[in-house]
């Protein structure tokens, strides 16, 4: 099912839904299980699984050589998607991206997914590598997101990239894009980000979903602004609780977003990390129940391997 006709059928009552990570090339799709068994209690309707970058390993070659090789170190998104839908009857939504595919390989992808029965697909355009500075496309892929979520109109539509015989059984995916509550990184104001976003939305995609934040005033201002450009489709907020100390610098440095000083002092304050993941799940707990109360169409949350302060979070709301 689609997660808009989730939404729906959910008639104003706010859904809890969750984001993970495949497993590292080589450990075994059970890690997965553990952290989403513990999950499954708050009835997801829906669960995200993330696509990976490929990136540059070094192999050691001996006498001081290293050889460069660039691998997915996270593969199998698709598959865990089917694995998932099937372990626990739940619809799951893969992450679709732009960058390291071509089109011909996103639209192997996209069949895999219509035959797998999976509804929906998130359209990203995926970061830089790490060695890189800028995104850069690969050859015969996608530019931006906006590009993939008409290809994925297109196929919806039965128009494939080169059509071989007359479409018959078309794919009908519901689009999930991204959204920036305080703009994406490249974009040089929030305005022009918006307009971006707009774009995206009329070439096609049904739903947003945002990057993480800690201030829900920053959310409650871009879903305003956002409906002044014309975006009415359903704006998710998406949450990451604060889990170590490093995430005070990391997630900042690496997302681009800010985190309040009242959360910045209550870390630094604890003598340890178990103190802090008690503190995340605090925050987590404050800004769900701000957000309830404003009516979000569901609460996403950011996984990233662990869900324990999810489940302690999501206790408190549901
Ligand atoms: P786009 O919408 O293409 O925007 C990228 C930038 O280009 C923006 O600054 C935008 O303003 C600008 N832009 C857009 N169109 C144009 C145009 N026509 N001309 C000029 N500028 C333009 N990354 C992963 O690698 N894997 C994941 O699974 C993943 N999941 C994510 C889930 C969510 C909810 C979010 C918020 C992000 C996720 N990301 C993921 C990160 C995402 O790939 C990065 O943030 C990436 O840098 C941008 O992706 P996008 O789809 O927003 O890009």
Known sequence: ?????HIKKAKGKTLFSFEIIPPQKGRSIQELYNNIDPLMEFK?????VTTSREQ???????EGLLDRKITRMRPGTVGICAAIKHKYNVDTVPHVLCGGFT??????????CHYLGIDNVMALRGDAMSHQKYFEPS????????ELVSQIQNLNTGKYLHDVVESEHKSDFCIGVAGYPEKHMEAPS????????????DAGADYIVTQMFFDNKKYFEFVEAAKAF???????????PIAVKRH???????FKIDVPEELIQAVENCKDNKAVRQVGIEWGVKQSKELLDYGVPVLHYYSMGKSDNIKAIASELF
């Open 139 to 146: 050859k015969g892929g996608h530019k931006y997101a906006t």
């Open 103 to 112: 089109k011909e390989e996103t639209e192997y992808l996209l069949v895999d």
């Open 230 to 240: 014309g975006i009415n489709v359903p704006i998710i907020p998406g949450i990451k």
């Open 1 to 5: 099912m689609k997660v808009t006709d």
């Open 248 to 254: 005070l610098q990391i997630l900042p440095q690496v």
């Open 56 to 62: 540059y390993i070094y192999i050691d070659k001996g």
């Open 190 to 201: 929030l305005q022009t980000d918006l307009k971006r976003l707009k774009e995206k939305v």
């Open 44 to 48: 997801p309707p829906f669960i995200d």
